[in-house]
C-alpha cells in the first residue's frame, strides 16, 4: 500500500490570539486532488500556509511522505504553494522567472539540461507558449500571469502542491480554461498531491477527488463530490455546492400539507423535526402537467413520487435550461422553490398553475433549520 503523501492530524493553528483552524484531520495520497471548500475568514488559507510551514502549528502534527515536518522549516519542506495573489518577479521574464523556481529543488541539484527538460515540459503542460518565454508580466493578461504562477508551483515537482484560490481574480474565460489546465494536470501526475482552497463549489466538483467542507476553522464533511453532493451531513454543507443552491424545506411544514411523505422520510428519531430540514436539489424537481382544475393536492403515489401543485412566479432563459421559482400552492407559508429544468413548452405566464413531482429518493433529511437558511432559496 502507497505511503500517504500528506497526513495531517488534529491540526490546530492561531492568529492574533484566535484559533484560525481546529482539529483538522486529512490523509492524502500520491496524486489525489483534494479540494478545500469554504466561506471567505473560515481558515483555508490559513491551513495552506501552515502545511507549507509559513505559520505554526499550535497543536497536532503535519506529514509529508512519511517524514513529520510539523516542526520543519519552509525551505525543507517539499511543498509547492500557489499564493492567492501570486505574482511573477516584475524584472524577470517568464522563462527566467521558471529558471529560478526550477532550480530551487529541495531534493537535488539538477543539471542545466534537465533544468531544460523541466521548463521544456511545463510550458507543455500548462500550455504556455513558446512567445511568452521572453515576455515580463506587464505585457501578460491576468489569465496568462495566473498559468505561469502555476507553472512556477509546478516546475519543481513537488510532494504536496498547495493551490489557494487560483481561479482568483481572473476572467470567466481564463478561468474556465485554467481549469481544463489543471485537470490535465492532476491526470498526468501520479506522485503530486494536490490541496486546493476556493469558495465556489462548482470548482470543487469539476477538479476534487476528495471535497474538504469547512466552516469556522473546523471540517464539516469529507467526501467525493458526489456524496457531498446528494448526501450532505448539513444545510451549511448542502447550500456549498450547487447553482442555484439547493432548497431547504421545513419538515412541520411539509408533513402539514402532506402527512403521507412522513412515513416515506426516515425523520430524526428523538430530535425535534425544527433542528432539521428536507434538502431538495432544483434539477430533481419536474413539472408534469399543467394543473387546470387548481384541485390537486399534495400526494406520494404508489411508486414512490412526491406530487404537489405550485404556482409559477418566474421563468429564466439561462441558455439551454430554465431557471423557475415556484410557490408551493398548499404551503403559502412556504418560500419559493427554484428548479432548473430543460422544457421549452413551460408558459411563461406568471401565475400557471402546474403539478410537480419528486422521487422521494432524492430528498435528504440534513441537521440545520430550513429557516436560517431560506434566503437562499431563489
Not at 506587464?138 to 498547495?162: N, W
Not at 451531513?233 to 432548497?247: M, Q
Not at 411508486?303 to 409559477?312: A, D, E, H, I, K
Request: hydrophobic letters at 40%; proline letters at 6%.
Amino acid at each position: 500500500m502507497p505511503i500517504q503523501s500528506l497526513d495531517i492530524t488534529s491540526l490546530a493553528m492561531d492568529r492574533g490570539g484566535n484559533r484560525v483552524v481546529d482539529q483538522f484531520n486529512l490523509s492524502l495520497f500520491p496524486g489525489e486532488y483534494c479540494v478545500v471548500l469554504g466561506p471567505s475568514g473560515c481558515g483555508k488559507s490559513t491551513l495552506l500556509h501552515g502545511i507549507a510551514g509559513l505559520i505554526e502549528t499550535a497543536e497536532g502534527s503535519i506529514v509529508i511522505d512519511g517524514q513529520d515536518v510539523t516542526h520543519t522549516a519552509a525551505r525543507k519542506r517539499d511543498v509547492g504553494l500557489l499564493f492567492q495573489h501570486d505574482t511573477m518577479y516584475p524584472h524577470l521574464t517568464v522563462e527566467q522567472t521558471l529558471q529560478i523556481a526550477v532550480r530551487a529543488n529541495p531534493k537535488r541539484r539538477l543539471t542545466a539540461a534537465e533544468m531544460d527538460q523541466r521548463i521544456q515540459s511545463i510550458t507543455e503542460t500548462m500550455n504556455l507558449a513558446p512567445a511568452w518565454l521572453p515576455r515580463r508580466p506587464e505585457t501578460l493578461s491576468g489569465g496568462q500571469r495566473r498559468r505561469v504562477a502555476i507553472a512556477k508551483t509546478l516546475i519543481r515537482q513537488p510532494s504536496v502542491c498547495l493551490l489557494d484560490e487560483p481561479m482568483a481574480a481572473i476572467d470567466r474565460l481564463a478561468s474556465e480554461r485554467l481549469l481544463e489546465r489543471l485537470a490535465d494536470v492532476s491526470k498526468q501526475s501520479d506522485s503530486t498531491t494536490f490541496v486546493h482552497v476556493t469558495h465556489d463549489g462548482e470548482e470543487a466538483m469539476r477538479l476534487a477527488d476528495q471535497i474538504v467542507v469547512m466552516s469556522g476553522g473546523r471540517i464539516l464533511q469529507i467526501g467525493s463530490p458526489s456524496e457531498i453532493y446528494q448526501s450532505p451531513n448539513s444545510a451549511e454543507v448542502a447550500l456549498a455546492l450547487g447553482s442555484p443552491s439547493c432548497n431547504l424545506l421545513a419538515i412541520d411544514e411539509v408533513l402539514a400539507s402532506c402527512p403521507a411523505l412522513g412515513e416515506a422520510l426516515a425523520l430524526p428519531e428523538g430530535q425535534p423535526n425544527a433542528d432539521h430540514a428536507i434538502m431538495l436539489r432544483p434539477e430533481a424537481i419536474q413539472l408534469v402537467a399543467p394543473d387546470l382544475n387548481q384541485e390537486h393536492a399534495s400526494t406520494v403515489t404508489e411508486s414512490g413520487l412526491w406530487q404537489f401543485p405550485v404556482t409559477l412566479l418566474e421563468r429564466r432563459d439561462l441558455g439551454g435550461r430554465f431557471l423557475l421559482r415556484l410557490q408551493p400552492t398548499d404551503s403559502e407559508n412556504s418560500p419559493p422553490l427554484a428548479a432548473t429544468v430543460f422544457q421549452n413548452s413551460i408558459s411563461a405566464e406568471v401565475g400557471t398553475r402546474w403539478i410537480c413531482q419528486v422521487s422521494i429518493s432524492d430528498l435528504r433529511i440534513v441537521a440545520g433549520s430550513a429557516r436560517n437558511s431560506r434566503s437562499h432559496s431563489i
